[in-house]
């Protein structure tokens, strides 16, 4: 119910009767206006939170100077999907990954999943897109210069999600994570090799 049909409610109601009764039926519909406009914004912001991401890491701990690989596990809720990294419509937004760099760390790769083939009612082209789940993966090295301790690490996930007939506005969905850097000599374990098994690293930067 919008502000402007209320009003007329309370005009309505007004005319019914100017005592008691009629204030109090105004005022009924007044907050069951406000109640319905409230119950409406919260469903546009839960709409609008589709996508969740999660991090993990390679190893359970990281020596100065070494590279660690980056899992951005994205949860994207079921009915909607998103782009890949090259959508074919020029007008549809790509997804992808950027960590900062500016905290002791640099990005060598970044990688996509493949995605899936699909055709939906906003667009003719035949889209490639992630659906339930996605896994995009960054190699990332430590200076040499950074000291033991958990290193705070920052990122961007952009995207645009979409269901079968349109989309969302795009959004940058901004994740935090921390990397374990330990001393030279400590010994380290991979860990999470169900998850690095499904992004295709590059040789040459392994």
Same mark, same amino acid.
């Given at each position: 119910?919008?502000?402007?049909?209320?009003?007329?409610? !309370?005009?309505?109601?007004?005319?019914?009767?100017?005592?008691?009764?009629?204030?109090?039926?105004?005022?009924?519909?007044?907050?069951?206006?406000?109640?319905?406009? *409230?119950?409406?914004?919260?469903? %546009?912001?839960?709409?609008?939170?589709?996508?969740?991401?999660? !991090?993990?890491?390679?190893?359970?701990?990281?020596?100065?100077?070494?590279?660690?690989?980056?899992?951005?596990?994205?949860?994207?809720?079921?009915? #909607?999907?998103?782009?890949?990294?090259?959508?074919?419509?020029?007008?549809?937004?790509? &997804? /992808?990954?950027?960590?900062?760099?500016?905290?002791?760390?640099?990005?060598?790769?970044?990688?996509?999943?493949?995605? =899936?083939?699909?055709? +939906?009612? #906003? /667009?003719?082209?035949?889209?490639?897109?992630?659906?339930?789940?996605?896994?995009?993966?960054?190699?990332?090295?430590?200076?040499?210069?950074?000291?033991?301790?958990?290193?705070?690490?920052?990122? &961007?996930?952009? #995207?645009?999600?979409?269901?079968? %007939?349109?989309?969302?506005?795009?959004?940058?969905?901004? +994740?935090?994570?921390?990397?374990?850097?330990?001393? %030279?000599?400590?010994?380290?374990?991979?860990? =999470? %090799?169900?998850?690095?098994?499904?992004?295709? +690293? *590059?040789?040459?930067?392994?």
């Amino acid at each position: 119910m919008s502000i402007r049909p209320a009003k007329r409610a !309370v005009r309505f109601a007004a005319r019914a009767g100017r005592g008691p009764l009629g204030l109090g039926l105004a005022l009924a519909l007044l907050a069951a206006a406000a109640f319905a406009r *409230s119950a409406a914004v919260g469903r %546009a912001a839960q709409d609008d939170q589709v996508v969740e991401a999660k !991090v993990l890491l390679s190893r359970d701990g990281v020596h100065p100077g070494e590279t660690v690989k980056v899992a951005v596990v994205l949860r994207i809720r079921p009915g #909607y999907h998103i782009n890949n990294d090259m959508p074919a419509d020029q007008f549809l937004v790509p &997804t /992808t990954l950027a960590i900062d760099e500016s905290q002791g760390a640099q990005t060598l790769e970044v990688v996509y999943p493949q995605g =899936h083939r699909g055709r +939906f009612a #906003y /667009t003719q082209a035949e889209l490639i897109v992630y659906e339930g789940e996605a896994v995009l993966g960054a190699l990332v090295r430590l200076e040499k210069s950074l000291l033991a301790g958990p290193l705070t690490m920052r990122g &961007t996930v952009s #995207y645009q999600a979409c269901d079968n %007939a349109s989309c969302l506005p795009p959004k940058d969905l901004r +994740f935090e994570f921390e990397v374990p850097v330990v001393e %030279a000599g400590r010994k380290t374990h991979d860990v =999470h %090799a169900d998850v690095f098994g499904k992004i295709a +690293f *590059s040789d040459k930067v392994k």
